[in-house]
């Protein structure tokens, strides 16, 4: 368990770093990966442990993105303070969205959370005084203390963007800790229940709506931070990052990676997106390549990439002659 | 019926008072109305398709009646749904096995003491530790023990239903509705299931109210049968009364 708690403590650590090794374009999609795992990792909250595949998460990232962008460009709101308050704005709009579409189930609230989007996207794009319209919001400012890295040896050489991907890095290890200690928590079991029968977990007495709802909130929240950070990083926010097909990439990257596993959806992101950097080099039919990806998954992994991971571990522990050692662990992890 | 009232003497655990349940023009549940007496085993049978379900369902707030009223321990309870109702004491299996699947034996029970003990709303401590103890001694008592790592998905179906069973121990219910909890067992694990269930409901002194299709079973534990037919209360009362009843022998009996 420490040593768990160890490992990745050294991958966040090494992972911030990244600037000093992988220069400009390197860096730059090494942040866009940390943001998108984050909002991937807030989705499958819903999708992978409470069983709600919503198809409209990108609303609680764009509300995310706006918020964190007026507070810091009109407010003048300090970067720390402006980040939560994004999360908690999110949150606050997935409640009053989520209390209707928790109360479908299946395609029904698969549905609802599209059109509720598509309603936020829309609003979005009509308030032109708030969100400014399609123009959306630019100029940005990166956070202020980024400059005190001056005077660091080493770190001082990095420029204001790759300062920045330390702020990321460090914002998503965060969050990440705190979700996993979440849906390990007994509030996380429950939402287990739920997702493997909630006609039977509503008689042992677990009020399904009410826990379905904090998921969806919970999962705004974050969503919400992500966005935020997003939005800082593209120095602007517009309100494609709300519109639908945002929803759909998400989601493609739980499915991707796995949603059975916590990391899934950390591999699902950077394999989206590596893919998406590479192909778009090679040849304009990338997505279609990136169909064919998830169709051939779909039919041969369908636990997704972590499958073939979790696969090639237990392979090696077996010829390692560990078999028990491995079965315990991966059960222990699947919980 | 007067001498069933009798045996248990110390108060109404459940009380249905003419209930009626409509499905557009069809009557589901006719004016059924009993009550069951704390501690006392009660089985209800009845041709498939006579309303067995659907009255548990009506208890369980499932459906809410047409008409009538459904009182548990003096409340009325009409309608009230699941989960608050595990919170009162009365626990409930169901027709078609119902476990998490994904979870192991011990992890379905452990999560239904979370959930009945009202832990659900912990989010920053650890479940996995949690209720060790209570798990292990329910596992004991349903006697699975040996199988509390296995994922409750792989168990085979007698022993899935054993594991139903013990999630709704898992609640410390004072009533047991149990519908059909031995359908799809061999003869032999039958037998072993309604001892065991004839052995913890005695022990704690649970009322329990079961369905089954397996009249001998229903025989061998029951203080007191309920005949239902076509959604209609056609006998009421102990074993050898209801055996000797002329209606139930031609509707239902007949062929024995």
């Not at chain 1, 494609?240 to 990257?253: C, H």
């Not at chain 2, 009557?27 to 067995?52: H, S």
């Amino acid at each position: 368990m420490t040593s768990r708690y160890l490992l990745s403590l050294i991958a966040v650590v090494a992972l911030a770093l990244f600037p000093l090794v992988g220069g400009g374009l390197g860096t730059f999609l090494a942040t866009d990966v940390a943001i998108w795992a984050l909002f991937a990792v807030s989705l499958n909250i819903l999708v992978g442990s409470t069983g709600l595949v919503s198809f409209g998460h990108a609303a609680y990232f764009g509300v995310g993105a706006y918020v964190a962008g007026i507070l810091l460009k009109n407010s003048g709101v300090p970067f720390l303070l402006a980040l939560p308050m994004a999360g908690l704005a999110a949150g606050l709009l997935a409640a009053i969205f989520g209390f209707f579409c928790v109360r479908l189930t299946k395609v029904y609230f698969s549905m609802l959370t599209l059109a509720f989007a598509q309603i936020a996207w829309a609003l979005c794009f009509k308030l032109n005084a708030v969100t400014g319209g399609d123009q959306g919001l630019s100029g940005i400012p990166y956070p202020d203390f980024l400059r005190y890295l001056d005077g660091v040896p080493v770190l001082g050489v990095l420029d204001t963007s790759q300062r920045f991907h330390i702020v990321v890095v460090v914002i998503v290890g965060i969050c990440l800790a705190l979700i996993y200690r979440i849906l390990s928590s007994p509030f996380g079991r429950v939402l287990t229940m739920i997702r493997e029968n909630p006609g039977r977990a509503e008689f042992v007495g677990v009020n399904v709506h009410r826990y379905q709802l904090a998921a969806f909130v919970l999962a705004g929240i974050f969503a919400g931070v992500a966005g935020s950070l997003f939005g800082i990083f593209n120095r602007g926010m517009y309100p494609d990052l709300m519109y639908w097909t945002k929803s759909a990439e998400v989601l493609i990257m739980v499915v991707l990676g796995g949603m059975g596993r916590f990391y899934g959806p950390i591999i699902g992101a950077f394999l989206l997106l590596w893919m998406n950097q590479e192909l778009t080099a090679i040849t304009e039919y990338w997505s279609a390549i990136v169909g064919l990806a998830l169709m051939g998954l779909i039919f041969f992994l369908p636990g997704g990439f972590v499958d073939l991971i979790e696969r090639g571990r237990n392979l090696l522990n077996a010829r390692l002659g560990r078999g028990k050692a491995v079965q315990a662990a991966t059960q222990e992890g699947a919980s | 019926m007067k001498s069933a009232h009798q045996t248990g003497a110390n108060g109404a655990c459940l009380e249905l008072r003419a209930l009626t349940k409509l499905f557009g023009g069809y009557r589901a549940i006719n004016d059924v109305g009993f009550e069951l007496q704390r501690g006392t085993i009660n089985a209800i049978i009845g041709p498939n398709g006579a309303g067995k379900s659907t009255l548990f369902n009506l208890i369980t707030g499932h459906y809410t009646p047409t008409t009538g009223t459904v009182k548990y321990d003096g409340r009325d309870i009409t309608g009230i749904s699941p989960h608050r109702l595990s919170k009162l004491g009365i626990g409930r299996s169901f027709q078609r096995t119902n476990v998490f699947g994904k979870l192991t034996v011990f992890e379905n029970i452990q999560a239904a003491l979370i959930a009945h003990r009202g832990l659900g709303s912990q989010m920053f401590s650890s479940s996995a530790s949690l209720f060790r103890r209570e798990t292990n001694d329910v596992l004991v008592s349903v006697g699975l023990s040996d199988s509390a790592d296995v994922l409750a998905g792989l168990l085979a179906y007698g022993e899935q239903k054993q594991l139903e069973l013990g999630m709704t121990l898992a609640l410390d219910p004072t009533l047991l509705l149990l519908d059909e909890p031995t359908a799809g067992m061999s003869t032999a694990e039958t037998e072993r299931s309604i001892d065991l269930i004839r052995r913890i409901v005695r022990e704690r002194g649970i009322t329990l109210l079961f369905t089954e299709h397996d009249i001998h079973a229903v025989f061998s534990i029951s203080d007191r049968i309920l005949v239902l037919e076509r959604g209609t209360l056609i006998a009421d009362g102990l074993p050898h009364e209801v055996r000797a009843n002329e209606q139930v022998k031609r509707s239902y009996l007949g062929g024995k």
